[in-house]
């Protein structure tokens, strides 16, 4: 394989989580006996306002002032101290997060510089003076060693910038670490505990354990309607510039913040919110939209003006984001209905932007125009309201139904109209917090148990869903779908939650999105978008697949595939290897007398972890995967992992069936799902071929963590008792990947049969001592009439070391003349192996060339009637949805 002599090597840090954390849970424990509370050492005074009196266990109203306040000054330093050292934590997640993701993204620059060299270099280190460039017009490249030289130095220039980007990492720690040094020295002023509040390490802990010293409002705060209409009033002539900042308006904001703060820890716990603090929330907005917005139905934007009124008030970008992140918290804990708030207690303008613009007192273009781009405004307005709101805080199911029901639309104008995604990318990325409003865009229902309007009805939801779900899809977005992959990212990240109710809830919205995504008419809007996209070789696929346009969706569906594979592998609605495409939802199939009626009606089954999916939906949903290449490369890296590790479950276990059927089938939707997106994009067999070459070369190029670059494939083999080590397994890839350099054949039967054969054979030497099997009588292959033995050894495939044999499939074979060809080196493992026994097992002994076979010919019966059933061509694509398969007699 092919290297370039770049090396990548940020720095790190000599902090971690796991050594930080321990150390708030010591401070949270001392303070928790300090304050006689043993039973709550978590601090759940935290959670609501009261008074310390209230919340020290022990009895000190007796006490005098002066040791009063040693209590008080004590309990507040141990709650800063923990504080603090969380916000340290974050600090030290995000350092190591960030330079694992650039580390990640120089990896796969490497891979994809190494998929693209020339076969003439394929095994050459590329330096910075090898190969030389050639012809004095070298700058117009052409050659292959003009190639090499364009791909180091454009790997060379992505280097620098990961270099760059790892030093601002570095020193953007360093700043936070010094801040947090800082902080410590201080103590717990009024500015550091509002930092600790604004990023949610508390909320109204300091006020209870010392009020006095931590919100000096009139009389004591209390949140209630009359003053959340106070502070509303008071609050506005800051923003607006009439005022200038002061100690006064970060007192007001801390107290919006802690409400904000106290309504995320409302929805993490599951609760509603304290009824004050909801009462606070209404008459606190209701005053902000009526100051703005006095006589309902004029032209005024109520609270939606308040981003421009900042804009215009003198206030820097930094104390702009700050406020406004507060006030979108407050606006979408507002929305929640589990913890007490509503759609219909936001204000009108926010109703106003969910509700679309208003063209029915139009009636003419002109009209059409300014109505739509007064509602652009608004929504704009309204993304700068939410998009600085706390990550972690989510709105209301109904409220983010509504979002997206409302981008849709906007984005189906966009086609028309075009213009700046922005606005749009962000309040998607806001609904998309709230799994109930994804679960219901994907099965057209809220879960069970969850409150709020839909924005259909039983007759208009199959059709409104599948359009939402259209638009945001097949849109060409700026920000390449990552909002939108929102949509299913949390199934991604629940798939197999260790909560029951979360795995049946991820499973019921992945088995809807596969329904919706797979009928006919999904299909060609979203295999079809109209976009044109430049891929990897700098050729051109006009009429793009969505999955092309939008790479962080088709990277979310690869992710989706991995977790799941054990359902796409299973043999539901597979009869003999040949799939059922006639077989539908729900109904099901005419049993036959005596036999069970095959039906993936109630889909998840939370005991095996799999969900029946239809094999037409399955092959479909590939297809998407495929339309982008490198979430192709991660599916076909995925099914070879896969391949793998049921070879190694395979040979601890010894069932045949129970490896090779799964793997055979999985591959066989992998392989004919790529072939059937070279039809989607009519290409001819020579452009068919070389889109495989580069996918192929790309799983080559994996390096030495495959498993680690398809993170939902260790889940699920976990989740399916086949526990493997991540080492092995990715030792096991790489010579899955290498051994197919001894294979002179594409085709994938004899690659698997290959390398079953040199992994059972690496199996039996390793179980004795490294003594290859000899076989019996005097074998001779091939011309020049060598032994098994001396094949093996000439081919490179078994290596000597300190006098142990062993298989060595990593290593490359000889080339040189003379050498075993192909077909000798299968001989020789034949006739070696057929001398040998598999002795090991739970099961009768048996002769490992037979034994390896049984493997084989099980992933076999399942592999190849199915790709022959699945390979469509441009001619007969279509009877893919009418039930039949490629090769009926109707083909």
């Given amino acids: 394989m092919a290297s370039f002599q770049l090396f990548f090597s940020p720095a790190s840090i000599s902090a971690f989580v796991s050594q930080i954390n321990p150390h708030i849970e010591d401070f949270n424990i001392l303070q928790a006996r300090l304050l006689g509370r043993a039973d709550d050492l978590e601090g759940s005074f935290d959670s609501a306002a009261t008074h310390f009196t209230d919340i020290i266990a022990w009895d000190i109203k007796e006490q005098g002032s002066e040791n009063y306040q040693l209590w008080v000054d004590t309990a507040v330093s141990l709650e800063y101290a923990a504080d603090v050292t969380s916000q340290w934590v974050d600090y030290v997640q995000h350092f190591w997060d960030t330079r694992n993701e650039i580390w990640d993204e120089w990896d796969e620059a490497v891979s994809s510089a190494i998929s693209r060299v020339p076969a003439e270099y394929a095994e050459a280190t590329i330096t910075a003076s090898y190969p030389e460039r050639e012809g004095f017009f070298s700058s117009l490249g052409g050659s292959d060693a003009n190639k090499c030289r364009d791909l180091y130095d454009e790997l060379r220039d992505k280097l620098e910038g990961f270099n760059e980007r790892a030093r601002n990492n570095l020193e953007k720690y360093e700043e936070r670490a010094e801040e947090i040094r800082e902080m410590l020295e201080q103590g717990a002023t009024d500015v550091n505990v509002q930092k600790l509040i604004d990023a949610g390490h508390s909320s109204w802990g300091y006020q209870n354990l010392d009020p006095n010293k931590y919100l000096e409002l009139e009389s004591d705060f209390e949140p209630t309607a009359e003053s959340g209409e106070e502070i509303a009033i008071e609050i506005g002539p800051y923003w607006s510039g009439e005022k200038p900042l002061d100690d006064r308006y970060y007192e007001l904001m801390l107290a919006i913040s802690m409400i904000g703060t106290n309504a995320r820890n409302a929805q993490n716990d599951g609760r509603e919110l304290d009824q004050n603090e909801l009462d606070f929330l209404r008459a606190f907005y209701e005053e902000l939209e009526n100051t703005r917005n006095p006589n309902p139905g004029n032209n005024s934007t109520g609270i939606l003006e308040i981003p421009e009124t900042m804009d215009t008030g003198g206030l820097s970008e930094e104390e702009i984001e700050y406020a406004l992140g507060i006030l979108g918290g407050g606006l979408l804990a507002l929305s929640d209905e589990k913890i007490g708030g509503g759609y219909e207690e936001l204000p009108e303008s926010i109703q106003s932007v969910m509700e679309g613009p208003d063209f029915s007192n139009v009636r003419s273009q002109g009209g059409y125009r300014d109505v739509h781009n007064a509602w652009r405004e608004e929504a704009e307005s309204l993304n700068r309201l939410l998009e600085h709101s706390d990550g972690k805080i989510e709105g209301g199911s109904e409220f983010s139904t509504r979002m997206m029901h409302s981008i849709s639309g906007e984005l189906n104008r966009m086609q028309l109209t075009g213009g700046d995604d922005s606005s749009m990318s962000g309040l998607l990325d806001v609904a998309t917090r709230n799994e109930d409003a994804n679960y219901a865009i994907l099965t057209g229902e809220y879960p069970d148990g969850v409150e709020g309007g839909l924005p259909w009805n039983d007759k208009s939801q199959e059709n409104i869903t599948s359009n939402i779900i259209e638009n945001i899809y097949k849109h060409e977005w700026s920000d390449d779908g990552e909002a939108a992959r929102g949509l299913t990212r949390w199934i991604e990240e629940t798939a197999f939650s260790d909560d029951k109710d979360e795995r049946t809830m991820a499973a019921e919205a992945m088995d809807a999105l596969m329904e919706t995504i797979t009928t006919k008419e999904m299909h060609d809007a979203l295999s079809d978008t109209g976009v044109t996209v430049e891929i990897s070789d700098g050729t051109e696929v006009s009429n793009a697949p969505f999955t092309a346009v939008n790479g962080e969706i088709a990277d979310g569906f690869a992710h989706l595939f991995e977790l799941y594979i054990n359902s796409f592998s299973s043999d539901f609605g597979i009869e003999e290897g040949k799939p059922k495409f006639d077989l539908e939802r729900e109904a099901g ?293 009418e039930g039949d398969p490629a090769n009926s007699s109707n083909a």
């Fill in 589 to 881: 199939e005419k049993a036959e007398e005596g036999e069970e009626e095959e039906s993936n009606e109630n889909p998840w089954d939370d005991t095996s972890m799999q969900l029946k999916m239809l094999p037409r939906e399955r092959l479909i949903f590939l297809e998407y995967v495929m339309g982008n290449e490198d979430s192709a490369i991660r599916t076909h890296r995925a099914s070879g992992v896969y391949t793998t590790a049921q070879i190694e479950y395979f040979l601890e276990e010894g069932s045949p069936s129970q490896g090779g059927n799964p793997a055979g089938i999985v591959q066989s939707l992998v392989d004919s799902a790529l072939h059937n997106e070279a039809v989607n994009r009519n290409l001819d067999s020579d452009q068919e071929e070389a889109m495989k070459r580069r996918i192929f070369e790309g799983v080559a190029n994996t390096g030495n963590n495959a498993l680690g670059q398809v993170p939902g494939l260790g889940v699920a083999l976990q989740s399916a008792g086949q526990f493997i080590a991540t080492d092995f397994i990715n030792e096991a890839f790489k010579e899955y990947s290498s051994s197919k350099s001894y294979v002179d054949s594409s085709t994938t039967k004899v690659g698997v049969e290959f390398y079953t054969n040199a992994r059972v054979l690496s199996e039996v030497m390793d179980r004795n001592n490294g003594e290859i099997p000899i076989p019996d009588g005097d074998i001779k292959i091939g011309n020049d009439g060598k032994s098994p033995e001396d094949i093996l050894r000439d081919s490179g495939l078994i290596t000597e070391t300190n006098g142990v044999l062993s298989v060595d499939i990593n290593a490359d074979p000889a080339k040189e003349e003379g050498a075993p060809n192909s077909s000798e080196i299968r001989d020789a493992l034949k006739f070696t192996l057929e001398s040998a026994e598999i002795d090991w097992l739970e099961r009768t002994p048996v002769e490992a060339y037979t034994f390896s076979n049984e493997f084989s010919e099980e992933y076999f019966k399942f592999y190849e009637p199915m790709e022959n059933a699945m390979r469509y061509s441009k001619s007969n694509i279509n009877l893919l949805y």
